[in-house]
């Protein structure tokens, strides 16, 4: 069975679209379909697409998400969909230095689906740019093993 993944990239200098780069690369092989959105103008109906989705986001400002994530987040917010279909991943990216907002834009879009009922699939990641590890390294571990279960997931809900 094919599993489309959508990949929801929120981003203010491009290292979340890098990861995001990294992980459709190895994800996309014909039994996996990968698309990569930057977040962008894009508002909740994003979330009537089919398959499983990805939040690959940074944080800035004080624990915000990036601008390009904000009519997205504000969207969701505002509107409340239910969203008790939907399955998703988080993969954050922050830094440490930043400790009382540590990775906060992972962290407040998976509070913010969870709270639209949707279920997420895995850990949420916290990639700590303090770390000196590249996060396209961390996502390319990290990856393998979350595919495995998005496709799992996509399938009982299929
Ligand atoms: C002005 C500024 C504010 C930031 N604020 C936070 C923060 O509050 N919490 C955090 O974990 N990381 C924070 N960061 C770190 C970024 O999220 C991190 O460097 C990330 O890898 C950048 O990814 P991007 O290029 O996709 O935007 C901040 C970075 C900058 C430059």
């Known amino acids: 069975m094919t599993t489309k993944i959508t990949v929801l990239v929120g981003t203010m200098t491009g290292t979340a679209q890098l990861v995001a780069q990294e992980l459709e690369l190895t994800w996309d092989d014909g039994d996996t379909l990968v698309e990569t959105l930057l977040m962008d103008g894009l ?6 697409r089919e398959g499983v989705f990805l939040i690959c986001t940074s944080t800035y400002g004080q624990g915000d998400v990036p601008d390009n994530a904000k ?3 504000e969207d969701l917010q505002a509107k409340r969909p239910d969203l ?15 400790a009382e907002t540590f ?7 998976d509070d913010l689906l ?30 393998a093993e979350w595919l495995e279960q ?4 996509a399938a009982q809900t299929a």
Do not use: C
């Open 150 to 153: 998005a496709r799992a997931a």
């Open 114 to 143: 969870a709270e639209l009922g949707a279920q997420r699939i895995g850990e949420r990641v916290q990639h700590d740019a303090s770390s000196g590890v590249l996060p396209e390294e961390t996502a390319a571990e990290w990856g």
């Open 43 to 48: 508002d909740a109906s994003v979330f009537e």
């Open 71 to 73: 009519k997205l987040y």
């Open 103 to 109: 990775n906060f834009g992972g962290k407040r879009f």
């Open 84 to 98: 008790s279909q939907l399955r998703y991943g988080v993969f954050g990216l922050g830094d440490r230095t930043y």
